[in-house]
């Protein structure tokens, strides 16, 4: 991030407003400005061609072809805008969607061209842009040539009696000879003061001006806002999916080492407890009470992986006395509120459920605190959840961690995960969930 606009650092100082006219993002935002006069007359030039020699030629054959290639060839330009955005601007811009035929050859790309909103939203904004980048290149670099040029004066000033045959800048006069001239020290420093304004002015206004280009590149030469949603859909799908074949493996495997592997070594037990019955009553008798001891076991695990799939609290009672019951287990105090009218959607209540459990474990396991609370209610239409401890903090939402596989579970359902944890405590850890009721 460059210094111009970022926080001050600490020990400096030099405030930021003296910094600015002098940082590279001022000059790369000024930079871009000024290239933005002939990249618009480019453009705009081959919009203007394009749609005039398409639209003359449509009633033959040509027209159809030639302007969905004049669209595809604005694509290529806006390519470019993106680039140059990146660049100058740090606005980092994804490509929209490549052009999908929904038939192979010529003719189905042409048609995939001019049915594209993308190809017509960069058309536009090559329309757009020109008028635009016209008032931006002639503002910006009028107001930041008269600053620097009005904060030098006392430098170059000797220029006017030297080559002018007069004493100053001329601000007024009645080509007679007679006039006000800038030329006394006042007014000479007076000017330069003027032109200090100007220059520290200056990259507030060309930032504003880049602003009107950051909006225009993102909205017109971005993808679409469908396009993103269903980007994100299909990530949040493969999340859902990826998340649901690890559970899947998780209830395996606890079934596979642990009630499985319980459930036949008791049922070789009470087989050789069958054949000592005869033999040895007393020994078929504590082989007996060593495999009901075993059912026992089999069973809390088996309850235990039910709970952990799905817990019939949650579904008979809600989330109050699920995460109460949830609370109980926990190695800490947790003190527990839910302010809830009415019940949200299944998978939601499910959610957050989970998430509740996740969190807690994570401070059983790894916070040593003292202490945690659990706080649930609804706002609007999300519902919100938030775990606070009094551990050693220092949680992150860092890849590989428990908590991003967490956060990447909320996100396939709208949800957010936030972390406020500083080393040394407390945390905070809010859920935000969609309600759906």
């Known amino acids: 991030m460059d210094t111009a606009y970022a926080p001050q650092p600490r020990g400096s100082r030099v405030p930021v407003g003296v910094r600015a006219p002098f940082s590279g993002r001022t000059w790369r935002e000024f930079l871009y400005l000024f290239l933005s006069l002939p990249m618009s007359i480019v453009m705009f030039t081959y919009a203007i061609a394009v749609i005039s020699l398409g639209a003359g030629l449509l009633v033959t054959f040509l027209g159809i072809p030639l302007l969905a290639g004049g669209l595809a060839g604005n694509r290529g330009l806006g390519s470019v805008e993106r680039a140059r955005a990146r660049g100058l601007l740090a606005l980092d811009v994804a490509d929209p969607e490549p052009v999908r035929p929904s038939k192979p050859g010529v003719m189905g790309w042409v048609g995939a061209v001019l049915k594209s909103g993308v190809s017509w939203r960069h058309l536009l904004y090559s329309l757009l842009h020109f008028p635009w980048a016209v008032f931006s290149f002639v503002f910006s670099v009028t107001f930041w040539t008269i600053?620097?040029?009005?904060?030098?004066?006392?430098?170059?000033?000797?220029?006017?009696?030297?080559?002018?045959d007069q004493p100053g800048i001329q601000m007024w006069g009645d080509g007679s000879g007679n006039g006000f001239y800038l030329d006394t020290t006042a007014e000479i420093w007076i000017t330069s003061g003027m032109g200090l304004l100007l220059v520290l002015a200056g990259p507030w206004v060309i930032r504003g001006l880049t602003q009107v280009d950051r909006v225009m590149v993102h909205g017109l030469l971005g993808p679409s806002s469908l396009a993103?949603?269903?980007?994100?859909?299909?990530?949040?799908?493969?999340?859902v999916v990826d998340t649901a074949a690890a559970d899947l493996r998780r209830i395996e495997r606890d079934l596979h080492d642990g009630a499985q592997a319980r459930l036949v070594s008791l049922a070789m037990d009470l087989g050789l407890a069958k054949e000592k019955l005869a033999q040895d009553p007393e020994a078929a008798a504590r082989m007996v009470d060593e495999a009901h001891g075993e059912v026992k076991i089999a069973l809390q695990?088996?309850?235990?992986?039910?709970?952990?799939?799905?817990?019939?609290?949650?579904?008979?009672?809600?989330?109050?006395?699920?995460?109460?019951?949830?609370?109980?287990?926990?190695?800490?105090?947790?003190?527990?509120?839910?302010?809830?009218?009415h019940r949200p959607a299944a998978a939601i209540e499910g959610i957050a459920y989970f998430t509740v459990s996740e969190l807690l474990q994570n401070v059983s396991k790894h916070a040593r605190a003292t202490r945690a609370t659990v706080d649930v209610w609804c706002t609007a239409d999300r519902l919100v959840v938030l775990v606070t401890d009094d551990g050693r903090g220092g949680a992150r939402t860092d890849a590989g961690t428990g908590l991003a596989g967490l956060a990447e579970r909320l996100g396939s359902v709208d949800g957010l995960l936030i972390v406020d944890s500083p080393i040394d405590g407390p945390t905070s850890i809010t859920a935000e969930l969609p309600w759906r009721g």
Do not use: M, N, Q
């Open 147 to 164: 600053g620097w040029a009005l904060l030098a004066y006392p430098l170059w000033r000797w220029t006017f009696p030297a080559y002018l």
């Open 228 to 239: 993103t949603r269903v980007v994100e859909l299909e990530s949040d799908r493969g999340v």
């Open 301 to 341: 695990e088996l309850r235990d992986l039910a709970r952990g799939i799905h817990p019939a609290i949650l579904t008979d009672r809600g989330l109050g006395p699920a995460l109460s019951a949830l609370a109980a287990r926990c190695t800490v105090p947790v003190k527990v509120t839910v302010d809830l009218d």
